[in-house]
């Protein structure tokens, strides 16, 4: 893949590829220990940008783009201040999503829609509570499912649901969540484990990673309704099942070029470095510190281009 022709945009990677999105970790802390987890490809740190700080940089990222902001950690839940952030972030952009891990949404799911939050991704890799166990380290199903529950009564929609599909592991169980979000109402996203280049989690890569492409097309077979997300162009299938219908919708990201190619995403890790791809910490750039010291909006606008025009296809 070649950069794009003609001046950089303010919003565009010398790839041409729009930046539309803000990852924004606000902690690293998590009160589960998933095996699989990536980190958000975060180094490990225990500073924290307070909500005005994220206020303040979210301003700057939407003048040069950004429309849309993810909220992830660790565990976002876990910030007390979690609903203060969503309340100051969500009139400067069009959305404000959250990805959790579901374990305290049921109780705060409405003062999460209050604040404005649009919408949730609910982490729940197994309806088997050893399985369950097993993959998290801790923590009860029937309080995650009870969370993705209380998300769709609060309206927080679509509530979708991540399943990182691991060999030999949670595979056997997905026609079992597809039944469960046809009845819930959640979309089921199917998420393929991931490694770097440099095989960093080689040997426990090997072990776990299972392809989805054939099952992906057999559920594309089997739609009857076919969309496509803008980020990534990830493709989800609606299909019926048991008299109802549900989406489910594929993240393959392993050497995927077109995934890559389409990504409109940039990372901000929770001590407030600008990230420009998940699996490689090339072109990062320190917002924080800047920030801390007294740098103007024009001085960290700058800052936020810089990573941007940092950013390069992983794949490609």
Known sequence: ??????????????????????????????????????????????DEMTAAEIERLTRIGSSVGIRKVKLTGGEPLIRKDITEIISKISPLVREVSL?????????MA??????GLGRVNVSL????????KRLCGRGQTVDVVRGI?????????????NMVVLKDENEAEIAQM??????????????????????????????????????????AQQSFET??????RR?????RNNGTSVAVEFVRPMHNTEFCANCTRIRMSSDGRLKPCLLSRSGEVDVLTPLRGGATDAELRGLFLEAIANRRPYWS
């Open 1 to 46: 893949m070649r950069p794009a022709s003609g001046p950089l945009s303010a919003a565009r990677d010398p790839f041409g590829r729009e930046v539309k999105s803000l990852r924004l970790s606000v902690t690293q802390q998590c009160d589960l220990a998933c095996s699989h987890c990536h980190k958000e490809g975060q180094r490990p740190s225990a």
């Open 99 to 107: 990805t959790t891990n579901g374990l305290r949404l049921e109780h």
């Open 149 to 161: 529950k209380a998300a769709i009564e609060a309206g927080l929609s679509p509530v979708k649901v």
């Open 178 to 219: 597809i039944e469960f979000c046809a009845k819930t109402g959640a979309i089921l996203q199917l998420i393929e484990y991931e490694s770097d280049r440099e095989s960093s989690n080689g040997r426990d890569f090997v072990k776990r990673y299972v392809s989805l492409e054939a099952l992906e097309e057999t559920l």
């Open 235 to 239: 493709r989800r299938y609606r299909i």
């Open 125 to 132: 890799h197994s309806l088997d509570p050893e399985t369950f």
């Open 110 to 115: 409405r003062s999460l829609k209050n604040a």
């Open 227 to 232: 969309t496509m997300n803008e980020l990534h």
